[in-house]
């Protein structure tokens, strides 16, 4: 259990990490929850962010709703994803 828990953690601080590093080349900040804005958001502002998401599975057809901001795709993208990674998974694996 405590890996999971490692493992977790290793995550987050690379998600902190890559956006803090693609905000400082792009010398830019991001409008967090509460609308503050920051040049070094938390893993966990940035996890809060995500929560706004919400993908709607009709048929075999998904969308991604973001009721709130702009800033949520543009964090995703800062960290190197798009809103793909939520619309289409990686099927297999098992």
């Known amino acids: 259990m405590s890996f999971v828990f490692q493992l977790a953690l290793l995550v987050a601080a ?36 995500f929560d706004y998401l919400l993908v709607v599975k009709q ?15 543009r964090a995703l993208e800062l960290a190197g994803f798009s809103k793909e990674i939520y619309l289409f998974p990686p099927r297999g694996g098992g």
Not at 24 to 32: F, G, R, V, W
Not at 60 to 72: C, E, F, P, Q, T
Request: no cysteine; glycine share 6%; aromatic share 8%.
């Open 59 to 73: 048929g075999s057809d998904r969308a991604l709703i973001n009721y709130h901001w702009s800033g949520v795709i």
């Open 14 to 49: 690379y998600l902190e990490y890559q956006v803090r590093k693609s905000l400082e080349q792009k010398e830019s900040s991001l409008i967090l929850p509460g609308k503050r804005k920051s040049t070094n958001p938390t893993a966990r502002a940035l996890l809060e962010m």
